[in-house]
Nanobody, 114 residues
Framework: QVQLVESGGGLVQAGGSLRLSCAAS????????TRWYRQAPGKQRELVAG???????EYADSVKGRFTISRDNAKNMVYLQMNSLKAEDTAVYYC????????WGQGTQVTVSS
């Protein structure tokens, strides 16, 4: 059974950094696509970044140049390094695996104070 667990969220001042982690059980990240989404209060969940099995990455325009998605195959972890954080980055961040259905973690809260 596939399970995803996010960690690393917290409260940070604008301009600061956080690194989110996504741990998986029941699946191996390096063989699949993994994505980070976020959902702010009152807004729809939106795609933030993704990494495919070959390592190619994609980013939402709003985070390009500030966020970096990466994968550690040895640890079977996916990360989201977030730099130059802005108040509008405040949201719950979710790790996602699109397979026969979407698998989601429980989310981790990121709050950026201005």
């Amino acid at each position: 059974q596939v399970q995803l667990v996010e960690s690393g969220g917290g409260l940070v001042q604008a301009g600061g950094s956080l690194r989110l982690s996504c741990a998986a059980s029941g699946i191996i990240f390096r063989f699949i696509t993994t994505r980070w989404y976020r959902q702010a209060p009152g807004k729809q969940r939106e795609l933030v970044a993704g990494i495919i099995s070959g390592g190619k990455t994609e980013y939402a325009d709003s985070v390009k140049g500030r966020f970096t998605i990466s994968r550690d195959n040895a640890k079977n972890m996916v990360y989201l390094q977030m730099n130059s954080l802005k108040a509008e980055d405040t949201a719950v961040y979710y790790c996602n695996i699109p397979l026969n259905r979407d698998y989601w973690g429980q989310g981790t809260q990121v709050t950026v104070s201005s």
